[in-house]
């Protein structure tokens, strides 16, 4: 689940995580699929600075195929290799251990030249709350389930799980802070459950939520709701929405709570479709 962040608690995971880095080869960075922009710690780039980089983006399942297309396009344009993942169900995770070790062929071949025998590369996940990393570690480990705890930075006492023949991975993530700043990326976190309902008004997230369903996916938002897209009132949505779900007050006024409730439930659960919620910057 989701963490308040404090300034001291920052500070702390990135002491922590700039730590452990000296010891990485091959950063895993992990996304939302379906915000593969707003589920970026914002000093992530400073941070893990020129190592070599695997962006995943995790939850493609629940993502608009398409977009996850252009967002790899995009961070690949950027030096990253990508990679789109659903780590609940494993697809797409057997080709980490080869990216991987693209990502550190330069750091083999210089260990041969010097006659050594090269190490196994080290990697380490990093990623915000939520974004799946226990889940992802658990799968490459090929163990039951194991929470990870949110605490910020990593996790104390650690180990080196054997991923693939040459390939080390540190058994706890690097847990990082979401952005904070954009209220509209606030409203994406709390859409896709990395940030707790405790501290978002869900009404508010529901009407971000409709707004950028209408632009990017009418069809969607129509076929679920039948609400005619023609008209911008979201009122008039809440209240055809809320008629239809049955969120009636006494005296048969619309539950707005109630409403967004529903629609919120229908974003999270996946039963609006495949969707993401942001576009890379063209
Ligand atoms: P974390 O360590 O980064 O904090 O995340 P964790 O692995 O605990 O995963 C968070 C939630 O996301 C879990 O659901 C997990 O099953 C789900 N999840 C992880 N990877 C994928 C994926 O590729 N696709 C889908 N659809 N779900 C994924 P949960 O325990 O039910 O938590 P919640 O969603 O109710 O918060």
Redesign the pocket.
Known sequence: ??IQWYPGHMAKALRQVSEQLKRIDVVIE?LD?RIPYSSRNPKIDDLVENKPRLILL?????ADKEVTKRWREYYEAQGAKTLE?????G?GVQHIPDQVNELASDMIEKMKKKGMNPRPVRAMIL????????????RLAKRKST??G?KPGVTKSQQWIKVAKKIELLDT?G?LWPKFEEQDVGFRLALT?AIKEEIFDVQDAVVFLLRYLRSSYPEQLQERYQVSIDSDDIVEWFDEIGKRRGCLVSGGNIDYERTAEVIFRDF?S?RLGRMTLEEPPS
């Open positions: 689940m989701s992990l699929a995790n939850k493609a399942d629940m993942i659903n780590a609940q169900d697809s990623g915000i709350p939520n974004v799946g990393k226990s889940t992802l570690i658990n929470k990870i949110d993530p847990i459950g999270r996946g």
